[in-house]
């Protein structure tokens, strides 16, 4: 199986067991968050770069109450992964909810560690929900 493919599905891993170290250890120190997205002002969606960006990531994502986060699909190519997520949440603060069909591309550098990330959402969804 291709590394790059076992590296996303370890990492869906770790994030349905909450274990956010593991997750780091397999970005780049200055991985690319959100790269080549407009900040929308939606909390979990804000372009940034390193782990302290992420680590942000992970706190804004710790206030969505998740019915449904499943990856029901990976597309792997050159060094690039693409997951298809089924999600279903509800963002506490406001109470909006987001029903969402995403994909997440993955990019990987020559040393097998995840370099870019992008969300690919429906975007007025996010964004209702974080406004609510």
């Excluded at 002002?41 to 942000?56: D, E, I, Q, S, T």
């Excluded at 710790?62 to 690039?80: D, T």
């Excluded at 992964?81 to 990019?107: N, S």
């Amino acid at each position: 199986m291709n590394q790059n493919l076992e590296t996303v599905q370890s990492i869906y891993t770790a994030f349905g067991n909450g274990d956010i170290p593991t997750i780091f250890s397999y970005l780049s120190e200055d991985v690319e968050w959100e790269h080549d997205a407009t900040n929308y002002n939606v909390p979990w969606l804000v372009p940034g770069r390193g782990h302290a960006h992420v680590m942000k990531f992970f706190e804004a994502v710790s206030n969505i109450e998740f019915r449904v986060f499943q990856p029901i699909n990976l597309l792997a190519g050159q060094n690039q992964v693409c997951a298809i997520i089924r999600l279903d949440g509800t963002y506490r603060p406001t109470g909006g909810r987001v029903v969402d069909l995403e994909a997440h591309l993955w990019t990987f550098g020559d040393d097998g560690k995840v370099i870019r990330f992008r969300h690919l959402v429906d975007t007025h969804q996010h964004i209702a929900a974080a406004q609510s």
